[in-house]
């Protein structure tokens, strides 16, 4: 069975520079929830409500014991995952064209497991640390993160170590915003490609359309419909993993 659109697939053909986009539901695949969409962390209002508050800067600041119970259960959960077919297929494109940019919002750390090198990650590694005192960077080994119940301490001065991500409330590395305007938005690649992301922060849907705006190919994968999905060229319906494949085999020129 033929996943992708006839047109589709003969516009596809032989692209040579591609930029992706990907958030949480690039992962479902690989047994992480997603954040928005059924199914995901903040779909019960509740719920939602105390993770966001959790994941926030001020509350790292006040209670990061707090932030950290939210933290470990991500990161736990996480731990054991693998790459799917769909982070997999994205490894191929890189390596198939001639240019190739991955922006992601995940924080799993599965698109370099899986081999992906030029990724921007705009949220970081939440497997990684840094300390709030000194700075100092460390990775939360899986012993640590059996046992996380409160905020681990540097091993260089005892201060409190905060996950390296971007929690709500803060602002974005300013070097990887950089990088998204560079590579994604002043010089659009030839097909721009947003998968598993409902897309709602400015910084993710912008690159997309900007590259609609000028006449790029577009293309989303999503199960569900976004605020994306009147702007791109294609909006198909289906996982990442079923649909990323399909893409990789078109452009690749794959049978």
Not at 18 to 32: L, N, P
Request: with cysteine; charged share 25%; proline share 7%.
């Amino acid at each position: 069975m033929d996943l992708l659109p006839a047109d589709l697939r003969e516009c596809l053909r032989g692209i040579p520079s591609i930029g992706v986009i990907t958030g949480a539901g690039v992962s479902v695949e690989s047994g992480i929830r997603s954040y928005r969409g059924q199914g995901g962390i903040y779909d019960d209002p509740e719920e939602g409500e105390r993770n966001a508050e959790a994941l926030s800067g001020p509350i790292l600041r006040s209670d990061p014991d707090r932030t950290w119970r939210v933290v470990a259960e991500m990161a736990r959960a996480s731990a054991g995952a693998k790459p799917n077919a769909g982070h997999e297929a994205l490894v191929r494109l890189e390596q198939g064209v001639e240019r190739f940019v991955l922006l992601t919002q995940n924080v799993d750390g599965l698109h370099a497991a899986a081999g992906s090198k030029n990724i921007i990650d705009i949220h970081g590694d939440i497997r990684t640390t840094r300390c709030m005192s000194c700075d100092a960077l460390a990775r939360l080994t899986p012993e640590m993160l059996r046992e996380l119940e409160a905020a681990p301490r540097c091993a260089h001065c005892g201060g409190v170590l905060r996950p390296d991500i971007i929690l709500f409330g803060e602002y974005l590395p300013p070097e990887k915003y950089a990088r998204i305007q560079a590579e994604m938005v002043e010089d659009p690649p030839d097909l721009v490609l947003a998968a598993g992301t409902t897309a709602l922060f400015p910084y993710i849907c912008h690159p997309v359309i900007a590259a609609a705006e000028t006449d790029h190919v577009t293309v989303e994968v999503n199960p569900e419909p976004t605020v994306l999905s009147d702007v791109v060229t294609w909006s198909l319906r289906g996982t990442a993993g079923q649909l990323l494949p399909a893409i990789a085999d078109a452009i690749l020129g794959v049978s």
